[in-house]
């Protein structure tokens, strides 16, 4: 038999043939029919790749994606594999080039989808961006045994990953309800938030915000939908009449677009969130008129003002024809961080978690100085305008604010000013929607609003000119001067004295579930020190309008693994109780998350929905070493006893920090002292012994004692005097 030598797609050709005859003849039973589904798709897969003659080249490497060839995860990786193809490609331990290869493959049956990446032999894998999708393929990806990127923000999903290989590659949901609460609170300037659930899988997210919000030192009112009565008519009519600051929206898109329609349809003209606004299931549902200023929170936006993000922008819609999304982003990200992992040696997936510092499309992203799993903490705040864009805002790291891009997308269209005359002082409302008060305090209520560009005379003052008055609807309007814009002469404006301060009135709130329902609300403290004894204390709330009997709170703290649980004789409903975990911690050093479980043993009958946020607490914080000294230093020269053994380890001349008795270096890869730790210290790479003034602008600096003690120190400020400020903390 003569030997014929087939093209790479003949053969392709011909092994569907043979294999379509094989599995024709062998008759399956119908219980065997997903089997050889699967096998079909095996080999047509391999038999693909088999048609690429480089395939076989050993200078290829394959990182796998789930999702759709046109999908934004897709997308994303192929741009960044031909970056780092254009550029030489990927460099392996011993200097070796590899040429990045991304194999896709549909999300639709994740059996198939997870056999086709084991057959490409992938060396990490993204995606899929469904969270249903998943959880359902997460032990399968496990079993991988590669490095998992997920842009899947739900809190508690890294916490059901036992290989230590999945990560995330956006800021978890917690992060985000931080960065939002932020910018709320601080920025807008709101002081009563409600919030709108439309259903309990939403819980945990509204848990999130409201611990979120506790923390920047505002509370929240929650009005709940009854999944049984499909009326938001009466939760519209309720906010329309109460006036909030701002409404943060939970649930859905569907849903979420008919209550946002509601609210607007029954009068509430203020500030509404929703961070799926930019989701087809709502943009179709809310005209594009009635969308401008709803806030989204977001890992990132294509609005965003850096460099980095202009020309990814730029070279994404040159590639695709498309405007990159978040997904976009963080799987371009993804890629990075497996590129710079891959040159290390040692395990890769551990490669990636002990990164720092590394410059991405979302921002520095910072595996090593997060949480096992977490590689960002980058969040941007953004604005829809008038043409339904998400315009950014605000650009948070954690709860810091790194970029205040604009207060308000309204700002980037200038106002017409009106014209100061003799005998007036005028201003321009500069938010969408700025909140008129009754008087010159948050505490306040809210008697209207009024919307950008409005004008109007100021008729009086506050003494100091913090709070301006206007004539609103027949009665003395209060503004804050600081969110407005005001011109003409305010020597011609009364000083007008404020009325008494109001008694606040009881927040009304749709009835809640007439069970118990147990959640926790806050843990602390975010850092523990190991090798001693701890007392973690918890803050568990029965919402329910039912007593809670005998129930147990539990988790498994890290790092060390170590199970610790208190037992609770009931909790009566409405009521709240702080219980001590107590716990000897010890292990490495850094940032730990795990689950606080109310409820332990499911002893408390609280339904579906109440069941459901029993799980829903992750509890953030930091393992360290016990600390022999720390504080706040200031001044234009001087020495400080860091270890306490009587000698001066550090002094400050006015115009360098110089080590006396030790070693000191610059930690770049971390922005402040909270987040560094014993073990993330380097007594190898602290080799200076002084440091000029021209490197110490918001430096944070390793140190090394000679007697082997570390330390971390952290410039807070120089003066142009020689004053410095910095802060520090010595371990034993």
Request: negative net charge; proline residues 6%; aromatic residues 6%.
């Amino acid at each position: 038999m003569s030997s014929i030598l087939l093209s790479p797609l003949a053969n392709v050709r011909r092994g569907l043939v043979i294999l379509r005859e094989r599995v024709s003849s062998s008759r399956p039973r119908r219980a065997a029919v997903r089997g050889v589904s699967v096998q079909i798709a095996i080999m047509v897969f391999a038999l693909l790749l088999m048609a690429n003659p480089s395939a076989k080249a050993q200078s290829i490497v394959r990182i796998g994606v789930i999702d759709r060839m046109d999908g934004s995860i897709a997308r994303g990786a192929q741009l960044a594999a031909k970056h780092i193809n254009d550029t030489g490609g990927l460099t392996g331990v011993n200097g070796a080039r590899f040429e990045i290869v991304v194999a896709v493959t549909s999300p639709d049956n994740i059996d198939i989808a997870t056999a086709n990446m084991r057959q490409a032999d992938v060396i990490a894998v993204l995606g899929p961006g469904s969270p249903d999708a998943l959880l359902t393929a997460l032990p399968t990806l496990q079993d991988l045994g590669v490095p998992v990127f997920t842009t899947v923000p739900n809190d508690t999903l890294l916490l059901q990953d036992t290989s230590g290989r999945v990560f995330r590659s956006v800021a978890q949901e917690l992060v985000q309800s931080r960065a939002l609460a932020t910018y709320l609170v601080q920025s807008y300037g709101a002081s009563r938030i409600t919030t709108i659930q439309l259903d309990a899988g939403s819980t945990s997210s509204l848990i999130g915000f409201a611990s979120a919000l506790s923390e920047v030192g505002a509370g929240l009112s929650n009005l709940l939908h009854d999944d049984a009565d499909n009326d938001l008519d009466a939760i519209a009519d309720q906010i329309a009449a109460r006036q909030p600051d701002a409404v943060v929206i939970y649930g859905p898109p569907l849903l979420a677009a008919q209550s946002y329609n509601q609210l607007r349809s029954a009068g509430f003209p203020g500030l509404v969130s929703y961070s799926q606004a930019m989701d087809p299931s709502f943009t179709d549902i809310v005209p594009t008129d009635s969308m401008p200023g709803i806030l989204i929170a977001t890992p990132w936006s294509f609005t965003s003002s850096d460099a980095i993000s202009q020309q990814f922008v730029l070279e994404y819609a040159n590639a695709f024809g498309a405007v990159p999304d978040a997904d976009s982003a963080a799987s371009y990200d993804a890629v990075g961080l497996l590129a710079e992992a891959y040159r290390r040696p040692g395990s890769l997936a551990d490669n990636i978690a002990g990164l720092r510092r590394f410059d991405g499309v979302q921002g520095s992203l910072s595996p090593g100085n997060l949480p096992r799993g977490e590689t960002s903490a980058n969040v941007m705040i953004a604005e829809i305008n008038e043409f339904g864009t998400a315009n950014a805002v605000a650009s948070y790291r954690g709860t810091t604010l790194s970029t205040a891009i604009r207060t308000s997308v309204a700002t980037a269209t200038p106002t017409a000013q009106p014209s100061p005359t003799a005998s007036g002082y005028h201003l321009t409302i500069r938010s969408t929607y700025q909140n008129i008060r009754g008087g010159p305090r948050l505490n306040f209520d809210v008697i209207g609003q009024l919307a950008r560009g409005t004008q109007a005379r100021v008729i009086g003052a506050t003494a100091d000119f913090s709070w301006l008055v206007i004539d609103f609807r027949g009665q003395w309007g209060w503004l804050a001067a600081y969110l407005v814009d005001a011109v003409g002469n305010r020597n011609l404006v009364p000083i007008i004295l404020p009325p008494p301060t109001p008694t606040p009135p009881a927040t009304a709130t749709v009835a809640p579930p007439s069970l118990a329902d147990l959640v926790i609300l806050n843990v602390y403290p975010g850092r523990v020190t190991l090798d001693q004894q701890m007392i973690v204390n918890v803050t568990v709330a029965n919402q329910g309008l039912a007593p809670a009997g005998p129930f147990a709170i539990a988790t498994s703290f890290q790092p060390g693994g170590r199970y610790a649980a208190v037992n609770l004789p009931g909790l009566a409903a409405r009521q709240q109780a702080t219980v001590q975990l107590q716990h000897n911690f010890n292990g490495q050093t850094g940032p730990q998350s795990v689950i606080i479980v109310a409820d332990l043993n499911d002893e408390v009958f609280e339904g579906d929905a109440g069941e459901a946020n029993n799980r829903s607490y992750a509890y953030n914080y930091i393992a360290d070493r016990e600390v022999i000294n720390s504080g706040t230093w200031t001044g234009s020269s001087g020495s400080l006893d860091l270890d306490r053994n009587g000698n001066a380890d550090l002094s400050w001349s006015g115009s360098a920090l110089v080590a006396l008795n030790g070693s000191m270096y610059l930690m770049n890869d971390f922005s402040a002292i909270d987040d560094a730790h014993h073990d993330a210290i380097r007594p190898d790479l602290a080799n200076a012994s002084a440091y000029d003034a021209s490197l110490l602008h918001n430096a944070l600096i390793g140190f090394l004692s000679s007697e082997g003690r570390r330390g971390v120190i952290q410039v807070l400020g120089t003066g142009d005097d020689g004053a410095l400020t910095m802060s520090y903390r010595m371990y034993r």
